[in-house]
């Protein structure tokens, strides 16, 4: 009887433990690697091979349920369009990469049109 309580209480604890990885919407518990898209309204979108991308770095402490993290850089579409020269942004992508949900990396990957430059004339 003893041993069956302590089976199932390891067992409870156990299980309870798995439920804190994998809380993003597409996360792996041990490993992901995907690609998404950012938007799903793609009617009508043109098609460009001119991109740009930038990514964010997170470490979150696994041992506590206390939700401490920290993200290095930024993934701000106008930031990421004005570093790589990108005047109409058409799509975006997001790449995620995650390892047990305490490293991930995610890659805003946008794709646009180039920047218009004006000339200025000067008499």
Known sequence: ???????????????????????????????????????????NTPVSTLSGKNSVVRIREPFTDFGIYTEINSNAIGDIARKNGIGKVYFADLETFSIFSVWRTQTLVIYGEKMKTEVAVTK
């Open 1 to 43: 009887m003893t041993g069956r309580l302590i089976a199932s209480l390891l067992l409870l604890l156990l299980l309870s433990g798995c439920s804190r990885f994998g809380r993003d919407m597409v996360s792996g518990y041990l490993y992901t690697n995907i690609t998404v898209p950012y938007s799903v309204d793609l009617d």
